[in-house]
């Protein structure tokens, strides 16, 4: 059974930081992308960053670029998406999934776990 559970979330000031953590089970990186998307109310979910171990590829959405960094460890079977330069905009819940194309798009993704908020506000 593939198991995905998201957290880290939080409330935090603009300009601040977070990392947010998907601890997976079921999957393993070498034969899974992961991908972090979000999710803001009557918004539809997009993509915000996804990497696959098979070729080392990373992608960002261009809002978050420059901002946020996707990284995985192997050993721990767990994902990382750490935030900084925090911006109200980018509030929403997060989800971490699991697919098999290193595609941005949540169509790609067949696995997905339960959401973390993040809340940017002063």
């Known amino acids: 059974e593939v198991q995905l559970q998201a957290s880290g979330g939080g409330l935090v000031q603009p300009g601040g930081s977070l990392r947010l953590s998907c601890a997976a089970s079921?999957?393993?990186?070498?034969?899974?992308?992961i991908g972090w998307f979000r999710q803001a109310p009557g918004k539809e979910r997009e993509g915000v960053s996804c990497t696959s171990s098979s070729d080392g590829s990373v992608q960002y959405a261009d809002s978050v670029k420059g901002r946020f960094t996707i990284s995985l460890d192997n050993a721990k079977n767990t994902a990382y998406l750490q935030m900084n330069s925090l911006k109200p905009e980018d509030t929403a819940v997060y989800y971490c999934?699991?697919?098999?194309?290193?595609?941005?798009?949540?169509?790609?993704?067949?696995?997905w776990g339960m959401g973390t908020q993040v809340t940017v506000s002063s």
């Open positions: 999934a699991a697919g098999t194309g290193g595609v941005l798009h949540r169509d790609w993704y067949d696995f």
């Open positions: 079921g999957v393993t990186f070498d034969d899974y992308a």
